[in-house]
């Protein structure tokens, strides 16, 4: 069946990133940078990888920045124009999308995801799309997280919540999806239901929503009368959940890895992950880190 293409990409970059004070206080979390680039161009690579032609922004107070990025810097083109750093210049204009293919809008107010995704419903316009979560990056060897899923849209339509699986004893800090096992596929199943941050033990499984989505427009509607939900914050999963009454959900395990970047924990480790991913740094690095683990191990052994 024929499905209809998603050729737009929503990022809700309007959060105030209370976990990562002091160092988001007047930059933005999505700026901070993972090996060589802001978070959110690795966000936004992840996206054209997977065919994304128009980019979306819902940015807040103190986020012009991200605007910036995504644009040119004419007085730096010269002076590595005239310094002869022709490399330099081929980056910026690899990582640059087209003239156009951006568009920004405000959320003026931090109300909540649910919210944000709202505020980008002039410029979806009647056309599913896809939702990339800024913070959260990740990691595949093969396609794409965003490419995978697609894939897996072409196939069975509707709405694709990208999953992750994790040890039950983390599942209480996720949303969980609850599927139906079907046979035929072992990394794409109907979504059944979806629980925010279930008590330990009773996780309807170790699938964990992870930021990536593809939706039907129709969810603005439901996000349009949405009450404030947990944190009196306007909450994406109760408009998901209000959506799986007419529509389906399909789950897709993605073949990878998120990295959680809005938590220092995270935002350390994916360094560290993209580093030892890195042609030109991974053996060097390796080498300082192997450095550092040792002299932990000697260190603890001390003590
Ligand atoms: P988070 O809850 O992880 O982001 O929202 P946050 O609110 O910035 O983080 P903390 O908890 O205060 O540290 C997930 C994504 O949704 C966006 C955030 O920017 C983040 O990318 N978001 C969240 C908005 O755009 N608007 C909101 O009102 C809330």
């Known amino acids: 069946m024929n499905h209809r293409p998603i050729r737009k990409a929503v990022?809700?970059?309007?959060?105030?990133?209370?976990?990562?004070?002091?160092?988001?206080?007047?930059?933005?979390?999505?700026?901070?940078?993972?090996?060589?680039?802001?978070?959110?161009?690795?966000?936004?690579?992840?996206?054209?990888?997977?065919?994304?032609?128009?980019?979306?922004?819902?940015?807040?107070?103190?986020?012009?920045?991200?605007?910036?990025?995504?644009?040119?810097?004419?007085?730096?083109?010269?002076?590595?124009?005239?310094?002869g750093k022709h490399d330099e210049i081929a980056l910026l204009e690899e990582l640059l999308p087209g003239p156009g293919q951006t568009s920004f809008t405000r959320q003026q107010e931090p109300k909540g995801?649910?919210?944000?995704?709202?505020?980008?419903?002039?410029?979806?316009?009647?056309?599913?799309?896809?939702?990339?979560?800024?913070?959260?990056?990740?990691?595949?060897?093969?396609?794409?997280?965003l490419k995978q899923m697609i894939t897996g849209y072409n196939e069975n339509g509707g709405n694709i919540i990208g999953v992750e699986e994790v040890s039950s004893e983390e599942t209480d800090q996720y949303g969980v999806v609850s599927i139906e096992k079907t046979k035929t596929d072992e990394n794409c199943w109907p979504i059944t239901g979806m629980v925010e941050k279930p008590k330990a033990g009773t996780a309807p499984s170790n699938l964990i929503i992870m930021g990536r989505y593809i939706l039907q427009p129709e969810i603005f509607s439901i996000l349009k009368d949405q009450r404030e939900g947990a944190g009196n914050?306007?909450?994406?999963?109760?408009?998901?959940?209000?959506?799986?009454?007419?529509?389906?959900?399909?789950?897709?395990?993605?073949?990878?890895?998120?990295?959680?970047?809005?938590?220092?924990?995270?935002?350390?480790?994916?360094?560290?992950?993209?580093?030892?991913?890195?042609?030109?740094?991974?053996?060097?690095?390796?080498?300082?880190?192997?450095?550092?683990?040792?002299?932990?191990?000697?260190?603890?052994?001390k003590d």
């Not at 990133?17 to 999505?30: H, S």
């Not at 032609?53 to 730096?76: M, S, Y």
């Not at 995801?113 to 896809?130: D, S």
């Open 11 to 83: 990022f809700p970059v309007a959060g105030l990133g209370t976990r990562f004070l002091p160092a988001t206080k007047a930059m933005p979390k999505e700026m901070l940078t993972i090996v060589d680039r802001p978070i959110i161009q690795h966000v936004v690579d992840e996206a054209r990888e997977a065919g994304i032609e128009h980019f979306i922004f819902v940015t807040g107070r103190n986020k012009g920045v991200i605007e910036d990025h995504f644009d040119r810097q004419a007085e730096l083109e010269n002076i590595l124009r005239a310094k």
């Open 113 to 145: 995801l649910g919210h944000a995704v709202w505020c980008a419903r002039e410029l979806v316009g009647n056309e599913p799309f896809a939702l990339l979560l800024p913070d959260m990056l990740t990691q595949t060897r093969g396609d794409s997280c």
């Open 233 to 301: 914050e306007i909450q994406l999963t109760d408009a998901m959940h209000s959506l799986m009454e007419v529509q389906d959900f399909h789950a897709i395990k993605y073949d990878g890895m998120s990295f959680d970047c809005g938590s220092r924990v995270g935002f350390l480790t994916a360094n560290v992950a993209l580093a030892l991913a890195h042609p030109a740094l991974r053996n060097e690095f390796a080498a300082e880190l192997r450095k550092l683990l040792e002299d932990l191990t000697h260190r603890s052994k």
